[in-house]
């Protein structure tokens, strides 16, 4: 059974930091370009970063550039984000994806289920 269950989330002050973890299973995330994606309170979903099978490229957004670093570990088939730096604005479910092509596009294939980030003081 194909699953991709995301950890790490929380409730953290302003200016610490997170890694989310992305686990796959019944997939092997090798062959995928992958995705983080968000979606916070009233707000429509965006791409937050993306890394492309071989970590060749990346992509964050501009709202997130500099703080958050993707990577993968392909052996373990985990997707990560550090996300250093957290902001309230980064308050939002975060969810991973894989990307059906070999470059970053929003063509999603399969979607965790989210993990809950709140950035509060």
């Known amino acids: 059974q194909l699953r991709l269950e995301e950890s790490g989330g929380g409730l953290v002050q302003p200016g610490n930091s997170l890694r989310l973890s992305c686990a796959a299973s019944?997939?092997?995330?090798?062959?995928?370009?992958m995705g983080w994606l968000r979606q916070g309170p009233g707000k429509e979903r965006e791409v937050v970063s993306c890394?492309?099978?071989?970590?060749?490229?990346?992509y964050y957004a501009d709202s997130v550039k500099g703080r958050f670093t993707i990577s993968r570990d392909n052996a373990k088939n985990t997707l990560y984000l550090q996300m250093n730096n957290l902001k309230p604005e980064d308050t939002a479910t975060y969810y991973c994806?894989?990307?059906?092509?070999?470059?970053?596009?929003?063509?999603?294939?399969?979607w965790g289920q989210g993990t809950q980030v709140t950035v509060s003081s």
């Open positions: 994806a894989t990307i059906s092509t070999d470059y970053c596009s929003d063509e999603y294939d399969y």
């Open positions: 890394i492309t099978r071989n970590s060749e490229i990346t």
């Open positions: 019944g997939i092997s995330l090798h062959n995928w370009a």
